[in-house]
Nanobody, 116 residues
Framework: QVQLVESGGGLVQPGGSLRLSCAASGSIFSLNPMGWYRQAPGKQRELVAS???????NYVDSVKGRFTISTDYVKNTMYLQMKSLKPEDTAVYYC??????????WGQGTQVTVSS
């Protein structure tokens, strides 16, 4: 089972940027397609971005044009570059497979807080 550790979150003002990282102890290819999720207070966890081994990306409408998902296969690490952040982006962010059937383990996530 792949072990996942998210990092890079923090407090940022609206309009700011952050880059999240996801380190995996196992091969991230086993998660294919790979994805980033977020869970805001009082809301369900949602998939916001995904990427296949072929480089095909998908984003939920609310983050499209602002978030970019990428993978460094040499470092076995996933990234989520976030820009033009909004208060609505405040959530705990997790990395995992974009297929729910493959989300057998969840890391602790990393907190992103967008506030002035």
């Amino acid at each position: 089972q792949v072990q996942l550790v998210e990092s890079g979150g923090g407090l940022v003002q609206p309009g700011g940027s952050l880059r999240l990282s996801c380190a995996a102890s196992g091969s991230i290819f086993s998660l294919n397609p790979m994805g980033w999720y977020r869970q805001a207070p009082g809301k369900q966890r949602e998939l916001v971005a995904s990427i296949t081994s072929d480089g095909i990306t998908n984003y939920v409408d609310s983050v499209k044009g602002r978030f970019t998902i990428s993978t460094d296969y040499v470092k076995n690490t996933m990234y989520l570059q976030m820009k033009s952040l909004k208060p609505e982006d405040t959530a705990v962010y997790y990395c995992n497979s974009a297929f729910t059937s493959r989300t057998l383990y969840w890391g602790q996530g990393t907190q992103v807080t967008v506030s002035s």
